[in-house]
């Protein structure tokens, strides 16, 4: 597919996406559901440029097009990466989780096996959708806690996934005011859990898609943690958050995504020293890359992290493709190689 071509079916794919409710959801047993994902691999991300792997601070290690004949795999919207760099957490759009392990030769992906698929469960042990609690779009995790951010209705939702797996039943938690005020399309769309020997050590990082102050910043909140409180990310070229992860190094990346009819479709990586965060600052962060549709992008909405043998910051991204057939559910992988 050409640039042009997917210009176009990303700008259909907006209209689609606005459409789609949680009426789209099919009948299906609440427990995990075993599911088969095709993999072709992504061997180039530049393919005028093949010979090209590295793109601003990250090199290029491989990637995925997935896709399946289960009714509700797509709409991915967040990832978590386990230490290992194989086995994966993610949710989508409509209430679902979806976990399995990514194969591998080196840090390039080759597979994903094991892949099941169950809806998120609220406290009730009802499917969160039913709640009309179905954008759900972010994750975190603290050991064996694991949050989850829902863009509809502003709220997170905490769930033991160390006890319970993809059965554990989600337990609202307390919110600052000014999230729960957050515009509902444009909403809570990061989390990220700051881990025990880092700068904001038992913090949730939580963030806004386009939620701005009045000067048009990013709203994020530090929830928790020694220094609650509110701060926000300088917002330029038109780019929204769609997901955060905590590196080794204890930065905060934040992934970015943009579409407009002038510029078409990008995907941006930002990082922000977690020593930076504090209530009230405005911060702007140095840019790890830049791509568009030159690129192997699509709606790029979920960044994980992880360290590999060799000690290298490792950064898989997940993309949504609004169940529109017009897109694709992409995998991607690069390494940090610069500061």
């Known amino acids: 597919m050409t640039p042009s071509q997917r210009f176009f079916a990303v700008a259909l794919a907006v209209v689609v996406a606005l459409s789609v409710g949680p009426a789209v959801l ?79 030769d080196g840090d390039r992906p080759t597979a994903i096996v094991d892949a099941e698929m169950a809806r998120i469960l609220g406290p009730d042990g009802r499917p969160l959708w039913e709640r009309g609690w179905y954008d759900t779009e972010s994750l975190a995790e603290d050991g064996r806690t694991v949050y989850v951010g829902i863009e509809k209705v502003n709220r997170i939702v905490r769930f033991d996934y160390g006890k319970d797996g993809l059965l554990a039943r989600g337990q609202p938690i307390p919110v600052p005011p000014g999230v729960r005020t957050l515009p509902r399309s444009k909403g809570l769309e990061a989390l990220a859990f700051v881990p025990k020997g880092m700068p904001l050590a038992g913090t949730l990082v939580a963030i806004s898609e386009r939620g701005l102050d009045a000067d048009g910043n990013i709203l994020g909140f530090l929830i928790g943690g020694p220094t609650p409180g509110i701060f926000t990310l300088r917002r330029s070229d038109d780019y929204d958050v769609t997901d955060a992860a905590i590196t080794p190094a204890a930065d905060l990346l934040v992934l970015e995504r943009r579409f407009t009819i002038l510029q078409g479709a990008g ?70 190689v610069g500061r």
Do not use: C
């Open 267 to 336: 995907m941006r990586i930002r990082r922000f020293p977690l020593a930076a965060l504090k209530p009230g600052v405005l911060l702007d962060g140095e840019i790890l890359i830049d791509a568009d549709f030159a690129q192997e992008i699509d709606n790029m909405e979920g960044l994980g992290v992880h360290q590999n043998a060799a000690g290298e910051t490792i950064l898989t991204l997940i993309s949504d493709d609004n169940f529109n057939p017009l897109q694709r559910t992409i995998l991607l992988r690069f390494a940090l």
């Open 26 to 104: 099919q009948a299906e047993r609440p427990g995990p559901v075993r599911i088969e994902l095709r993999a072709a691999p992504i061997q180039h991300f530049e393919h005028r440029n093949p010979e090209r792997s590295r793109f601003g601070a990250l090199e290029f290690r491989g990637g995925l097009v997935l896709t399946s004949s289960y009714a509700h795999f797509g709409g991915l919207s967040a990832l978590l990466m386990a230490s290992d760099g194989q086995h994966f957490l993610s949710v989508s759009d409509k209430g679902h989780w979806l976990r399995g392990r990514i194969t591998q």
